[in-house]
């Protein structure tokens, strides 16, 4: 009984594997072509039943983490990983499970960071049910962030000029690309003036970018 049970539990993590392979890139274009299109999908699914939701695509904090894990991917092609200095860093990236947990949480950072600026911003307690929606969405927005953003570094990371080009043009089109993208979500959820969503969206990505500094230098020092 318990073998049939493993069987079962095997054919559907098959099954959704498979299914990953069709929706991820398919969610990925959509995120990047139509971004406030998806962040309005996301209200949609969250009303239908658990077993409906995202039906076809992937649920946003699945593909945030499906996301860093196909840039680890790019990372492992281009033998690039990443090597500790410390006891902790060594633990942390040593490790391929530690690693992409790591890159996950280091990612959702942002996510987190815009959610909970806006809820303050609109006076919104702050709850897992007022978190969740503006949290989804945000995963959404972040994942093709988080693709480019560690795939660009890859290329930074390896010798020769023309690929540290490459690596920092790819860098700074993210960001300006997750910039943009913010300000649009942040300007739709405010409903404030462009130079008040603009200082927002400033808020939102430097507050991210000193939280993730601070943990990578704490990895890189113990």
């Known amino acids: 009984m318990d073998f049939l049970k493993l ?31 998806m962040a309005q999908y996301v209200n949609t699914e969250l009303t239908q039943k658990l077993d409906k939701q995202f039906d076809d695509a992937i649920s946003p904090p699945m593909f945030l983490m499906l996301a860093v894990l196909v840039a680890h991917g790019v990372e492992l092609l281009m033998h690039q990983q990443i090597v500790g200095i410390g006891q ?4 942390v990236f040593g490790n391929e499970e530690s690693l992409l947990l790591y890159r996950s949480i280091t990612f959702a950072v942002w996510p987190l960071i815009a959610t909970v600026h806006m809820l303050r911003r609109k006076k919104t307690p702050l709850t897992r049910e007022s978190l969740r929606r503006p ?18 570094m890859v290329f930074v990371r390896l010798p020769g000029e023309l690929s540290t080009r490459i690596g920092l043009t790819v860098s ?51």
């Open 88 to 91: 902790l860093s060594r633990t």
């Open 7 to 37: 069987l079962r539990s095997l054919e559907e993590f098959l099954y959704e594997l498979c299914t990953w392979f069709l929706f991820f890139p398919r969610t990925l274009y959509r995120v990047i072509v139509h971004p406030r299109r």
């Open 135 to 152: 949290f989804f969405m945000q995963c959404y927005l972040t994942a093709p962030f988080a693709v480019a953003l560690s795939s660009s």
């Open 172 to 222: 700074v089109l993210a960001f300006l690309w997750y910039a943009a993208v913010q300000a649009g979500w942040l300007k739709v959820a405010l409903q404030r003036s462009w130079p008040n969503t603009i200082l927002s969206t400033l808020w939102v990505l430097l507050l991210g970018i000193v939280i993730n500094s601070v943990i990578g230098w704490a990895l890189l020092v113990n």
